[in-house]
């Protein structure tokens, strides 16, 4: 029977691959440690290398290491979600400090100003509008009008994410396997990839 060389984390002791003894050394990371063993397991995840030593885990360790793994899989799975959809989030909207209450700065001016009939003689109740229009050089209407129109190109794309996003972490978090969490994966970069965003924003 062949001899059996066991390849081992050894930080860990969890052995990650295995190869047939060739009589002959041969170099691995430094990280890495090999053992010889006359029988190989038929499950390897199910032991660990202790001094040297490749000793069966019980069936409760087992599953508490498939259980780590799988929290581990989630949560890499749901740092990738949000940071997906928060780089497309800012393909069209600003990201910086606050930012989204300044949007609705703007957007509660801008529907108080166009809801006033006639326009009011000053913009003093309008702080933002009567900045802006100034360094723009836009007429107080036509800004209001543009952050309202911009505003509303955006929101129908916040709430598709934002469905996505939280549907799509719920899945995750709710799977029992990797299969299940790479399935919840797939469906979300297939309906990622078809949301279609508004232009740059002004």
Do not use: H
């Amino acid at each position: 029977m062949a001899v059996m060389q066991v390849i081992y984390e050894k930080a860990s002791g969890d052995p990650i691959g295995f190869k047939q003894d060739s009589g002959s050394e041969s170099s691995l990371p430094e990280e890495l440690g090999v053992i010889t063993v006359e029988e190989l397991p038929e499950n390897l995840a199910k032991y660990r290398v202790v001094d040297g030593e490749l000793v069966s885990l019980t069936q409760t360790q087992a599953d508490q290491k498939a259980a780590s793994e799988i929290d581990a899989d989630k949560a890499t799975a749901a740092f990738e979600v949000n940071r997906l959809i928060g780089k497309l989030r800012r393909a069209f909207a600003t990201e910086t400090a606050f930012q989204a209450q300044a949007y609705l700065n703007k957007r509660a001016e801008a529907e108080a100003y166009l809801a006033l009939t006639p326009p009011p003689a000053t913009l003093d109740a309008f702080p933002l509008l009567k900045e802006l229009t100034v360094a723009r050089g836009m007429s107080a209407a036509d800004l209001a009008q543009l952050w309202l129109d911009t505003n509303n190109e955006w929101t129908p794309v916040l709430n598709q994410t934002e469905i996505l996003r939280d549907s799509t972490v719920f899945a995750i978090n709710s799977a029992t396997t990797r299969a299940e969490i790479d399935a919840a994966v797939g469906a979300f970069n297939t309906a990622l990839n078809a949301i279609s965003t508004p232009g740059d924003t002004p």
